[in-house]
């Protein structure tokens, strides 16, 4: 069966309750629903994956994606979008590789998402006004967002065959769609 947005949600909630951990699945579910639109693939799905993606991470975080894929089977999720999931943290905390574009998207915007959302809380405007220029800006600076790795955007970049900025880019749109519920329309008034 088909995970959807609304069951994602539903999961996530048994596991997820701290507010910034909720926000960034919203914010890495958003811009995996470009990635999606972009590669001409199902955008509610891609962003169902997103929204799951730190399941277990809430709970275990020294043991993050170790505590997911048993549950999520149970739960009735298909094995592909669990080995998705899993294939975010390749390298780090689980040995699954990406393969598909879905997993190798997740693996970028993950941390990607990150960074954008510390730009666009620096702005005025938020997300809406944000381009790719001053987001590179930011991203080149490595003290900016210090805790986003870089090198595993840039790694999941190589492996989608696509510059940082296209992506960037992609995720920024994906994100600016969804811009008052990820809390990201900026400081002022319009």
């Known amino acids: ?7 994602a949600k539903e999961l996530n909630g048994t596991q997820v309750t701290e507010e910034h951990l909720l926000l960034h ?6 811009a995996m629903g470009a990635m999606a639109k972009h590669f001409g693939e ?4 891609w962003e169902a994956i997103g929204i799951l993606h730190d399941y277990d991470y809430e709970k275990y975080p020294e043991e993050h994606l170790q505590h997911t894929q048993a549950p999520l089977l149970a739960a009735g999720v298909d094995e ?9 943290g390749w390298g780090i905390c689980s040995d699954v590789k990406p ?25 005025p405007l938020g997300i809406t006004d944000l381009e790719i220029k001053s987001f590179m800006k930011k ?16 790694q999941g970049c190589e492996m ?16 600016k769609e969804h811009a008052a519920e990820l809390g990201l329309t900026g400081t002022q008034e319009e």
């Open 25 to 30: 699945a919203l914010n890495v579910a958003y």
């Open 99 to 123: 393969e598909t574009l879905m997993e190798k998207s997740l693996f970028t915007v993950d941390e990607l998402t990150g960074i954008i959302q510390a730009a666009a809380r620096m702005r």
């Open 80 to 88: 592909a979008d669990v080995r998705a999931i899993l294939s975010h």
């Open 42 to 45: 199902d955008a509610e799905h």
């Open 160 to 175: 989608l065959g696509m510059d940082i900025r296209d992506v960037a880019e992609i995720c920024i749109e994906g994100m």
């Open 139 to 154: 991203f080149k600076d490595k003290r900016f967002a210090a805790k986003c790795d870089r090198a595993l955007v840039l």
């Open 1 to 7: 069966m088909k995970l959807t947005v609304e069951r």
